[in-house]
């Protein structure tokens, strides 16, 4: 799967589903992002195999694992596969073996040990290392409000040096940032790597025309609806 921009618009990744349309990781929030228009769907999925962000988290009705790559795979749309924990990387890639998904899966973590296992286990998928973990629902948090404005620049200044890091631990090929620390340092140095960026998660319609002109390779959004229409109107 090929996710540098070239010359065309971001792809846009809808976030846990269409989160913004219809409760997260559901069946019905996969439905929603694919009627969006969503050029791939994320999802999480913890060691059960079933979407949620977190056991305290879960939806009434979990969708598990070989449900959302069946829908996904028979839609024709890209899988964004968000691995919570590691430990369980082996039944992931059994998985997207069953559905032929593979090659059409960016499978991320935030667990540089994780993403060096699915890298031989699943070689065909892009592996994406993920900024900041995001145990305490940083994506659910708009910055810099909950930092001062000073904390926020002083992060996205240290960025270019954490990215060498992250992808040096991890083996991954592909970068995903909150969409607070992405700058065009980083895009760029990312990009001479060959390195495509994600960044997560976007639900202004300010801050898709920012990652836009930042140049990102993709824009995750619980709102895919909104990002694609905004870039439609750049």
Partial sequence: MNLLRGGGRPLVIGHRGAAAVAPENT??????????????????????????????????????????????????????????????????ASALRRHDAASRSVLATAYPVTARRLRVLAPEARRAIGYPRDRYGVSRVSWPDALTRTGAAALRAAMPVRIRLLLAASRADTLALHHTLCSLSAVRLAHARGVPVLAWTANEPAAVRRLDALGVDAIVSDDPGMALATLRAA
């Fill in 27 to 92: 069946l019905e929030s996969l439905e929603a992002a694919v009627a969006a228009g969503a050029d791939l769907v994320e999802f999480d999925v913890g060691p059960d195999l079933l979407l949620a962000h977190s056991a305290r988290e879960a939806p009434r009705s979990q969708v598990t694992l070989d449900d959302a790559l069946e829908y996904l795979t028979a839609q024709g749309v890209g899988v964004h596969l968000d691995v919570k924990q590691p430990g369980y990387e082996e039944q992931i």
